[in-house]
């Protein structure tokens, strides 16, 4: 984190963190108190560890930590995480989804992950998954850029990742068309409409507004062509899990609201200094070739979540698919590497 991003961040928590001095005891400047809580999140320290470093309490610290964390996100939440709204919203995400990753009118790649907890009292096996430990979800919508434009913490792990979504407000306002997905209008160099959509692993079902790759075996060249070129686009919110988790080493073993401060943070950071450490993020070489980044070597990752069993597929979105397929087998929509990458 700059300085000057430091500096921004404090200004804009100072007064909910203050505390006025007492006749037994002067308050900890907000200043100290945002450093600790930014180096407990970023390094997972304990709070015995930090009593060290910075010379506070460890019963201090665990009182002003959550403070300031949801101090954090008081403060930006509405500004960082804020889902568009409206078609030219939107429309910006789909051309920066076209531009680098080569997969038109994509408005977000979408997963969830498992966060690492404590179990909570009474809670039995609700938080306990596939994996053997307690976790929670953090269900996301990520852009082009790493990005993270919705959210939703807390749900059980016992529970899929589609049921997860499908019980989420972002669910809800696309059933009910206010989500404000652009009008279906023609992929590059072709006449016929085509929906815009977000992409997804085969843990959602296929919808007009939800493509994921074939999933059967011996695919045919024109199927893994599709399945290459969605992947391209789908692995943004695999880099955006590994980038957060790389950033903030605590998102292994916390709670809902320090979550949401991370991604806040995440966020703040990819507006206000957008260019990533080189090594970061997964990256393509001049011939196309991926190179994965440094997140991958972590070994505090999110673990995926697996999915329940496929249910009926739409019949329009299959249509929909193929589609697709045979656009990017095709002269208007293929790029000239494709070929060398199935």
Not at 96 to 104: L, T, V
Not at 197 to 206: E, H, K, N, T
Not at 219 to 231: C, G, K, M, T, V
């Amino acid at each position: 984190m700059e300085p000057e991003l430091f500096v921004e961040i404090l200004n804009h928590v100072r007064d909910s963190i203050w505390r006025q001095d007492t006749f037994y005891r002067r308050a900890l400047d907000p200043g100290l108190k945002l450093a600790l809580t930014l180096r407990y999140l970023a390094s997972g320290d304990s709070y015995h560890s930090l009593m060290y470093s910075f010379r506070v309490p460890v019963c201090t610290i665990s009182v002003f930590v959550p403070e300031v964390c949801e101090a954090i996100v008081l403060a930006y939440k509405d500004e960082v995480i804020a889902c568009p709204a409206t078609p030219a919203e939107w429309r910006p995400i789909a051309e920066e989804f076209s531009r680098r990753w080569n997969f038109h009118h994509t408005l977000g790649a979408l997963d969830g992950k498992h966060i690492a907890i404590k179990c909570p009292k009474h809670a039995g096996s609700n938080y306990y998954n596939y994996k053997q430990f307690h976790s929670i979800i953090l269900m996301a919508l990520v852009d082009a850029q790493y990005k993270f434009l919705w959210v939703d913490v807390g749900a059980m792990s016992s529970a899929g990742d589609a049921n997860v979504f499908n019980h989420s407000e972002l669910r809800a306002c696309i059933d009910d068309e206010t989500i404000g997905f652009p009008q279906p209008d023609p992929l590059p160099g072709d006449d016929a409409d085509m929906p815009y959509f977000l992409v997804g692993d085969d843990a959602f079902a296929l919808r007009t507004w939800m493509m994921k790759p074939y999933s059967k075996r011996h695919l045919a060249d024109p199927e893994r062509i599709f399945n290459y070129r969605l992947s391209r686009a789908r692995r943004i919110v695999e880099n955006g899990f590994g980038i957060l988790s790389h950033r903030f080493q605590l998102i292994e073993f916390t709670v809902e609201s320090i979550v949401l401060t991370c991604v806040c943070l995440h966020n703040l950071i990819r507006i206000r200094h957008p260019i990533e450490g080189p090594q970061c993020a997964d990256q393509e070489r001049d011939d196309q070739q991926m190179v994965d980044g440094a997140w991958r070597d972590d070994v505090r990752q999110l673990l995926p979540i697996r999915g329940p069993k496929r249910g009926r597929e739409s019949e329009e979105a299959k249509i929909q698919r193929d589609y697709l397929k045979a656009y990017y087998w095709s002269p208007r929509g293929g790029v000239p590497w494709q070929m060398d990458m199935i």
